[in-house]
């Protein structure tokens, strides 16, 4: 059941969301400081540009985003895509912030007006918590413990932390990657701010309430930390709404996902020309496709790279639109918690049934082709065996051959702790945090696959 079924139940109980408390520049674990911070940047800059310098962030470069990583052809990796959701993400806060505020002028010269770079800085952070190899990575984690040799630990830890590791979620991840006090780091991880923390957290419950897709906010490690953001916010109680801006991050990241995966499947001649013209200008009525189809040749592209370069912009800035008058549209239902589904979902019929189109053909032609498969395989394999290794190392750290893989895990990770949960969740946090590139030299050199050259 999605966090906003959830919320329906009870808006008749709490009181709606209002926008003068659910937009807070307060960072956390320097909360006795709020009142003393005079920066010229906005607070919000500051989360988008901590997000940009930070390491978790680069490394997304080298994360799988849907295709192998690039070759002589370049297509999207983590970071390019969560590059592109920020670029969309800040045109939605931005036009969201202009109709709202003059709908509501009290809103105007306030945090209210800035609700753009929020976006933006939450759509940088969003797959920052994504382990190596996509989905794939995800349920290598998930099925060490549930299919895999890792099912005899059930009995060793607290359900609670169980229901954690085996709902294993990137999203979850994410929250506790910018918020966790990891060895080294200050209190309040990478100190955000309240709103752009609540912005990623798209399934606002724990773990104990993921449901049959799996799907839920933050582990059991982080929940005091979400009920102190969902109060300071006004987000109501458990289950807790979903932040507004939520939505607007889902609709950058849906947008993208799905248009520039057509886009690279082009490049990568999974799909015909002719297939992607059809997919892309099927967003619009007949007399704009036919525009679209006479300026390409009044301006004289003839590349067809370059053509649906341009075909791909126009259907991303009439999604943008869709999305930001559905927002407005229903401003008031999701600040009551009783909006239903996504943005996307409530776009007008022909964009919303030509998104559907193109979420059939992704499926059918994408991602399940020979060449996504094989990664998944791959990485697949790579993440068992890592997770194997990793983790019973850290149930039995006192073995040789332990002690040789404990002193790979980087100080910052707890793996020295007494606790087994603790030391079991510092593997997953190494695990989670590595490269594609990284995951594979680790498991060609445990396995003996590769020696290090000096």
């Known amino acids: 059941m999605p966090p906003n079924s959830l919320t ?3 808006s008749s109980i709490f009181a709606s969301m209002n926008w003068l408390q659910l937009i807070s520049n ?5 909360e006795l400081k709020h009142s003393e911070r005079h920066d010229d940047r906005s607070e919000f800059r500051r989360d988008y540009d901590r997000l940009i310098f930070s390491a978790p962030f680069r490394r997304m470069q080298n994360k799988t985003q849907v295709f192998p990583l690039p070759g002589s052809i370049f297509v999207h990796n983590r970071l390019t895509h969560s590059l592109e959701v920020s670029s969309v993400g800040r045109s939605l806060g931005d036009d969201v912030a202009a109709q709202l505020t003059a709908r509501h002028p009290e809103l105007r010269g306030t945090l209210f007006e800035e609700i753009g770079t929020i976006v933006s800085a939450a759509c940088l952070a969003h797959d920052m918590g994504n382990p190596p190899f996509g989905h794939s990575g995800e349920k290598a ?29 990137g999203n979850a991840n994410a929250f506790r990657l910018l918020t966790h006090r990891y060895r080294g780091r200050r209190d309040g991880g990478f100190v955000m701010t309240y709103s752009t923390l609540a912005s990623i957290v798209k399934y606002p419950i724990p773990s104990t309430k993921a449901g049959p897709k799996g799907k839920f906010g933050y582990f059991e490690s982080e929940r005091s930390t979400y009920e102190r953001i969902a109060a300071e916010l006004g987000l109501g109680a458990s289950p807790y709404f979903r932040h507004p801006l939520v939505y607007l991050v889902e609709a950058a990241d849906d947008i993208c996902y799905e248009i520039m995966d057509i886009e690279d499947a082009h490049k990568l001649k999974l799909l015909s020309y002719g297939e992607t013209e059809r997919l892309l200008l099927q967003f619009f009525d007949e007399q704009t496709q036919e525009q679209i189809r006479r300026r390409v040749v009044d301006e004289g592209v003839l590349d067809e790279n370059e053509r649906v370069v341009y075909m791909r912009a126009c259907v991303i800035g009439k999604l943008e639109n869709e999305c930001v008058k559905v927002f407005c549209d229903n401003e008031q239902q999701i600040l009551a918690g009783t909006f239903e589904g996504s943005l996307i979902d409530n776009i007008s ?3 919303r049934d030509a998104y559907r189109r193109c ?4 499926l059918e032609k994408i991602y399940h082709s020979k060449v ?8 697949y394999k790579i993440m068992e065996t890592l997770m194997r290794d990793l983790i019973e190392a850290a149930v039995y750290p006192a073995k040789f051959h332990s002690q040789q893989l404990i002193r790979r895990v980087s100080s910052q990770y707890d793996i020295a702790s007494d606790d087994l949960e603790t030391r079991i969740m510092a593997i997953i946090d190494y695990i989670s945090g590595m490269t594609d590139v990284y995951a594979l030299d680790v498991y060609q050199k445990i ?3 590769s020696l290090p050259v000096i």
């Open 26 to 30: 307060k960072r956390l674990g320097q």
């Open 8 to 10: 329906h139940k009870k």
């Open 141 to 169: 984690i998930q099925s060490y413990f549930t299919e895999g040799p890792g099912n005899y630990l059930r009995e060793r830890v607290s359900p609670v932390f169980w229901d954690d590791i085996t709902h294993f979620e």
């Open 359 to 362: 979420m059939k053909v992704s």
């Open 349 to 351: 019929p022909l964009q």
């Open 372 to 379: 996504v498969l094989d990664v998944e395989l791959s990485g």
């Open 447 to 449: 396995n003996g696959i």
